[in-house]
């Protein structure tokens, strides 16, 4: 599956119960590490790849399943002993509570985070399916399970466990998912958006957006953020582009800083090539991926989004950064965290950057979007 080709594993060289250490720094911006840096530099088998929030806690997720929790928003991090069957791959968060699925066996775990125990509640499923993903539809908690040519949907209930398997739902599982009002949208690894009501019995595919780069008009299918800003569902698709989606209905309005194509300047810098995340917190909008690795903020007011490396993501004569990629955000009292493949990272929300002229020329947007914005409100989607 395109997951096992776009994710590896994260090793920590610690002890279970050991605190993380922050690395030495030298002169910084105003992004910081707020966790020990992982070896190789986060490149090999060893990258931070999930972070959320558990009251005032942080916890972060490697990709070899190892769980690490702060004891207060980024400092005191200790590695959270795993005594039990299964490694954790997925995960849902709740004030102290914090639903764990794993993978070789699949279970399913209901962990209190303060006092760190879990119990296995038992999801009816074989050990060879894995629990890709855990969220809530209409208030019942949900899991996505899935084995090659599998797939499982159970929503939880007083008594036991529904099966709620449709065949509308493709077989596959979702990268992440948004519960909006009486809706839970699904953005999947490979088959496009999905979304369920209170008032549905099936899942519906949302139409896919439209891709518009290099005189390329097809869909895009592999959405991978989704976030819910100023009154829209905004989707980021796995190769760039981010889609507007007003009430989250058609039409849709793509947003970039650039067109590419034979009349526009291929130095024009554009958002993140891969996006693996997004983040709606506090009144503004977060990208983040790969090339660049440093989030983007959007400035909606002029449709661009800005490159927060210029809050000083690199430092030590840029031999140091954040990481190569960044997998997951998340956003705690005034501040914003990154799981970015080296460190978790971390930005005051003040100093999170802001539009300005200057930065019209320093990375080449053009200054007449006419052209632009057009385009990519054009025909969007293509096959309503």
């Known amino acids: 599956m395109m997951r096992f080709s776009l994710l590896v594993g994260i090793l920590l060289a610690s002890c279970s119960g050991d605190p993380v250490k922050t690395v030495p720094t030298g002169p910084q911006g105003a992004w910081r590490p707020a966790s020990a840096e992982a070896p190789g530099q986060g490149e090999t088998d060893a990258f931070w790849r999930r972070v959320t929030v558990s009251g005032k806690r942080l916890l972060a997720m490697t990709g070899l399943g190892e769980i690490w929790r702060s004891q207060a928003y980024s400092s005191g991090w200790v590695k959270m002993a795993w005594p039990y069957v299964g490694t954790p791959y997925s995960w849902y968060a709740e004030e102290d509570t914090l639903w764990v699925g794993t993978e070789k066996p699949g279970r399913l775990y209901r962990c209190a985070v303060s006092n760190w125990s879990c119990l296995d509640l038992g999801l009816p499923i074989a050990d060879s399916l894995m629990v890709d993903h855990i969220a809530r539809l209409h208030g019942r908690l949900t899991t996505f399970s899935t084995a090659y040519r599998i797939r499982r949907l159970w929503s939880a209930k007083a008594e036991g466990w ?18 909006v009002g009486d809706t839970l949208w699904a953005a999947t690894w490979e088959s496009g958006l999905w979304y369920r009501t209170t008032s549905d019995s099936v899942w519906k595919r949302q139409a896919a957006p439209r891709r518009i780069a290099l005189g390329l008009t ?44 034979s009349i526009q300047s291929t130095s024009c810098r554009l958002g993140p090539i891969n996006i693996f995340s997004l983040l709606s917190y506090r009144g503004r909008l977060y990208s983040a991926g790969f090339f660049g690795a440093s989030p983007h903020v959007l400035d909606e007011a002029h449709g661009f989004w800005i490159p927060t490396e210029i809050a000083g993501w690199c430092w030590d004569n840029d031999n140091v950064c954040g990481g190569k990629r960044t997998w997951d955000m998340v956003g705690l009292g005034d501040t914003l965290y990154t799981a970015s493949s080296r460190f978790i990272m971390k930005i005051p929300l003040s100093q999170v950057p802001v539009f300005s002229e200057s930065l019209m020329d320093r990375f080449h947007w053009p200054r007449d979007t006419s052209f632009r914005d057009s385009l990519f409100r054009r025909n969007n989607p293509l096959r309503p």
């Open 162 to 179: 529904d099966s709620i398997l449709s065949t509308e739902f493709p077989l596959d599982a979702p990268f992440h998912s948004l519960v």
């Open 218 to 261: 097809d869909s895009v299918t592999h959405p991978r953020g989704l976030a819910w800003h100023n009154g829209a569902l905004w989707v980021a698709d796995w190769g760039g582009v981010v889609t507007r989606m007003l009430g989250g209905r058609s039409p849709y309005e793509a947003v970039d800083n650039c067109v590419w194509s």
